[in-house]
């Protein structure tokens, strides 16, 4: 008989976190997700993909409901034909904008989600027409989010993405510590440790788990979120569930070999 895997532990033959080309930033068919996760030895591949409301922006990354629609019948297409080598979940992630949280409620409740993902992808700033994305790679955003002080930006998000868990109903919150990610030099200070304690103990209430995204390895080598905040999860005793965030097929189960080695150990998280 296999040994238990520790609570701590997220599985590793699981990837949670995987978009498809529907969201208008990934490439290639979801079959060939499927088919990786299958080549990587995975039990299970979770598509997750992007859910907004309200956001005014130029770029458009996130799906209508009728591409939710089309993701629904080719992901249940995928589960029936490929069933007896993998298992299929279809998921989202649901980003929060203030103001706009019954609508999401709404969308949500339309449909059957194996997971949702919550996060905050987008805020508006005063004087601006437009959201800034925080996690874009655009000169532009990053320039916007210098002119108006990433620390103020980072406060902000946090706030934004703990009324995010306190309204909707997820299963994890992903990505937690990427907001700003392509901006140099970004840090967090003691008031945003602060501020994820909190958001932590509100995860911890809701019966939620915090993803560990390994696409942070590619960006900062070392996952979203941090080894501060892991240990700051787990003496939560909040689990954790993997995910890549992968936006082309070659991404799936990206340095799950690797990531054992990043995870501290329940004794590290002690006070």
Same mark, same amino acid.
């Given at each position: 008989? !296999?040994?238990? &895997?520790? @609570?701590?532990?997220?599985?590793?033959?699981?990837?949670?976190?995987?978009?498809?080309?529907?969201?208008?930033?990934?490439?290639?068919?979801?079959?060939?997700?499927?088919?990786?996760?299958?080549?990587?030895?995975?039990?299970?591949?979770?598509?997750?993909?992007?859910? %907004?409301?309200?956001?005014?922006?130029?770029?458009?990354?996130?799906?209508?409901?009728?591409?939710?629609?089309?993701?629904?019948?080719?992901?249940? @297409?995928?589960?029936?034909?490929?069933?007896?080598?993998?298992?299929?979940?279809?998921?989202?992630?649901?980003?929060? +904008?203030?103001?706009?949280?019954?609508? $999401?409620?709404?969308?949500?409740?339309?449909?059957?989600?194996?997971?949702?993902?919550?996060?905050?992808?987008?805020?508006?700033?005063?004087?601006?027409? %437009?959201?800034?994305?925080?996690? *874009?790679?655009?000169?532009? +955003?990053?320039?916007?989010? &210098?002119?108006?002080?990433?620390?103020?930006?980072?406060?902000?998000?946090?706030?934004?993405?703990?009324?995010?868990?306190?309204?909707?109903?997820?299963?994890?919150?992903?990505?937690?510590?990427?907001?700003?990610?392509?901006?140099?030099? /970004?840090?967090?200070?003691?008031?945003?440790? &602060?501020?994820?304690?909190?958001?932590?103990?509100?995860?911890? %209430?809701?019966?939620?788990? $915090?993803?560990? +995204?390994?696409?942070?390895?590619?960006?900062?080598?070392?996952?979203?979120?941090? &080894?501060? /905040?892991?240990?700051?999860?787990?003496?939560?005793?909040?689990?954790?569930?993997?995910?890549?965030?992968?936006?082309?097929?070659?991404?799936?189960? @990206?340095?799950?070999?690797?990531?054992?080695?990043?995870?501290? *150990? !329940?004794? %590290?998280?002690?006070?």
């Amino acid at each position: 008989m !296999p040994a238990k &895997r520790p @609570r701590y532990l997220p599985d590793l033959l699981c990837d949670s976190h995987v978009h498809t080309r529907f969201c208008g930033h990934a490439t290639g068919e979801m079959e060939k997700y499927v088919q990786a996760a299958i080549s990587h030895g995975l039990r299970k591949i979770v598509f997750l993909e992007h859910m %907004e409301e309200g956001i005014l922006t130029q770029a458009k990354t996130w799906l209508s409901e009728e591409d939710f629609d089309r993701y629904f019948v080719e992901g249940r @297409r995928l589960a029936e034909q490929y069933g007896s080598q993998i298992e299929i979940g279809l998921g989202v992630e649901c980003g929060y +904008n203030e103001g706009h949280g019954e609508a $999401l409620l709404t969308r949500l409740g339309k449909r059957q989600w194996d997971r949702i993902g919550i996060s905050c992808h987008f805020i508006k700033l005063p004087g601006v027409p %437009e959201h800034l994305n925080m996690f *874009s790679k655009q000169a532009e +955003n990053i320039d916007l989010a &210098r002119r108006f002080g990433p620390e103020r930006i980072l406060d902000r998000y946090l706030a934004l993405l703990h009324q995010a868990i306190r309204q909707l109903p997820g299963t994890f919150v992903c990505h937690l510590d990427a907001a700003l990610r392509r901006v140099p030099g /970004i840090t967090l200070t003691a008031g945003h440790y &602060r501020m994820i304690d909190e958001l932590l103990r509100t995860v911890k %209430e809701k019966g939620m788990a $915090l993803e560990l +995204n390994t696409s942070g390895l590619d960006m900062r080598g070392e996952p979203f979120p941090t &080894r501060r /905040i892991l240990s700051m999860a787990l003496a939560c005793d909040i689990p954790m569930v993997l995910g890549s965030d992968a936006h082309k097929p070659a991404d799936v189960a @990206r340095h799950f070999a690797d990531i054992a080695g990043f995870i501290p *150990s !329940p004794l %590290e998280s002690c006070p």
